[in-house]
Each structure stands twice: as structure tokens, then as C-alpha cells.
């Protein structure tokens, strides 16, 4: 059988190694092997019933065609709602553009801004797909990196002196993925200043976590008028509401970019799920309950990992403040061995993990922060008590 080769563009795509090190934790366990799965970023809550009950409803009364591409006007009107009584910024419906998960909005407006050539700047750590999606539009990624001494989020000094005339968009994540760290309005307004220096630059501002916050009100960079109209809010009801099956996100952007989004969907994927968007539409309209449940919930079992990693040799830990993620740095661990195999960095750690300790981690390496590993703790306690007391003794058995 004849094998051709792939286009250029993919074969210069990574894998994602969050999708990566799930898939050997589910070949682990088809084997019969006891791994907990610490590696995705995914509520271990179920879609809370007044959601469910309103996709009941919108099957029963045959929301079964094809949707604007845009997303319905009633759940973009729903979006609007949220952000003005939740943010307290003003959008049009026009200017929402409802996707297939929050990853394909991230997408979408990259795509629509990026030319070959144009310079990208995405703080390190990073969700692993920025750098890629910025791949493919042909863009080039500046990494500015924030260790966990500053934890984890960089300064207004370090953005400027990242800035050339080639500079085309930021990306900002708050709460964080990977690291769970939440930038203060201070520390927003502060990055607003620079970047309003330069109005050529797009500000990507991933919201995914926004209710997963442990400080008080989540805070966004749109919120300052010298940038808003450049700023392009990503959102979604897959972590908030445990909706990640459902694949719905959107995006609140100036009119240019919704229309180029809008144009660009239409051509490879048209309306997300239209029982989905029913949904999406009762979570945004409806109680909120759930969301402060869940959210108390993660802070609790924060504070149970921060505690559990704290008794670890050798990890370094700060304490997040959103997002379900710790994110300890093991640089004390690289270059350790077990069985005359050498740790050379984060990803041969957690395979490590995986292989002795069968517990599935990600490497920091695929976040742009090589010392660090992620943990997601998006599960039961006792499953966190357990994955770290393995954790713990597999790291026992390295040595120098």
C-alpha cells in the first residue's frame, strides 16, 4: 500500500501531551492497571441537572437544524448578559461568535489575525496549543518566561522589552493553565499600560477558568478602556458548569474580528452543536449555584494538594489561585535515575510516574516551563490522597 506524505504544516505539529499521557493512562487501565489520571484538565463533576433537562427540552422541540454559524441569537444574547452582569462590559450580539469548545475560538481569532511572519507573545507557561496554533497560521511564538519566583506571571517590564514592530498579538491566560496563577487587576492595569502604547497589537485573553477563582471577582483586561476595543475575550461553559463533552466556547471580540471568525467557521466547521447551545444558553441564564459549589470544592482540594506536595522532597510549590492545576517545580528530581534510566527532563518524570508510580502527570516541558510538572486535582480527594502518596514513594526510589 502506497504511504504518502502528510503536508508540510502537520508534520511540523506536536501532539498534544495533555491528549498524549491520557491516552497511555487509558492503555494502562484497559490493561487491568490501577492508574489515577491526574493529566486532563476536566471536572469530575457531573453537568448539573436544570442543563441537562433544558437539552431534554431542545431535542423534544426539534432544535435539530443546522444553527447560524455565529451561534443562536438567544444564547449570544445570553453571552452578553453574562459579561455585562458578570464583568460589567458591554458587547452586541454581533459580536459573539459561538465555536465548538473554547480551543476552536482561540483558533479561530489567531487564524483571522495572523499572517506568516507576524510575532505572537505567549507567556511561558502556556497552554500547550497556543504555540501550535500560531504554528499553523504561519506565525512566530515569543516566549516571555515567568518562573515560579515570580509565580508565574510576568511583568510589564518583561512584555515591553518583548515587543517589536513585528509584534501582532499577546496572549493572556488568568486563571491559568498550566500553572493556576491569577493576574490582580493591579497587575492587569499594569499590562494594559504597555500594551497601550502599542495599537497594533491584538490582546487574546483566555477566560476559560474565570469562575474557578479562589481570590473574589475574576478580573479581565477588557475592562480598561485604553485597549478594549483590541482585546478578544475567549470563554466557554466547559470548566465552569463541567460541560467539556458539550463543546461550547465563544468569543466576545471588536466587530472586525467577529465577522472574520464568523467567515472563517463557516468555511470548516458552520454553528456548533444546536442542543449544546440550548444548554450553554440555560447555564448562562440560570442559577449559578453549581458554580460556586464546584468552585469550593477545587479550592479545597487545592489546598489538600499544596498540602500533599509540600511533603515531597525536593518539589517546589506555590499556591494557585485559580484554575485546578498545581504546577510544583522538580527540577531536584532531573537528572536522578531508576534502574539505569536517567530522568533527562519533566516529560521522562512523568512517564516515570506513569510507568512505577501509575499516576498519569504532564511534563512542564509541553508548557514552555521544563522544571515543572502539572498535576490536575479535578478529582476526589481520596484519589489525590493516594495518587500523591504514590507519587511520593516512587520519587523515593530515584537516585543520583
Sequence with gaps: MLIFPVSSRLAALSPSETLVMSQKSNELKAQGIDVINLSVGEPDFFTPDFIKEAAEEAIVENYSFYSPVSGYLSLRSAI???????????????????????KQS?????????????EVII??????????????????????????????KITPHQLEAAITPQTKAFILCSPSNPSGSVYSKEELKDLAGVLAKYPNIIIISDEIYEHINYIGKHESIAQFESIRDRVAIVNGVSKAYAMTGWRLGWVA?????????????GQYTSGPNSIAQKAAEAAYNGPQDCVKIMCEAFERRRNLMVKLC?????????????????????????????????????????????????????GGMAFGAPNCIRFSYATSDEQLVEAMKRVKEALTNLIS
Excluded at 515569543?142 to 509565580?151: F, K, R
Excluded at 522532597?313 to 537528572?335: H, R
Design 106 to 118: 482561540v483558533c479561530n481569532v489567531i487564524f483571522s489575525i495572523i499572517n506568516p511572519g507576524d
Design 253 to 265: 471580540v471588536p466587530q472586525w474580528i467577529a465577522s472574520a471568525c464568523n467567515k472563517l467557521q
Design 123 to 152: 507567556p511561558a507557561p502556556y497552554w500547550v496549543s497556543y504555540i501550535e496554533m500560531v504554528k499553523l497560521a504561519e506565525g512566530k511564538s515569543v516566549i516571555v518566561t515567568a518562573g515560579i519566583e515570580q509565580n508565574f
Design 310 to 362: 509540600n511533603e515531597i522532597q525536593g518539589f517546589k510549590v506555590n499556591e494557585p489561585q485559580g484554575a485546578f492545576y498545581l504546577f510544583p517545580d522538580c527540577s531536584y528530581y532531573i537528572g536522578k535515575s531508576f534502574n539505569g534510566k536517567k530522568i533527562g527532563n519533566s516529560a521522562d518524570l512523568a512517564m516515570y510516574l506513569l510507568e512505577e508510580g501509575h499516576v498519569a502527570a504532564v
Design 80 to 102: 452578553v448578559d453574562k459579561l455585562k452582569r458578570e464583568n460589567q462590559l458591554e458587547y452586541k450580539p454581533e459580536q459573539i461568535v459561538c465555536s465548538n469548545g473554547a
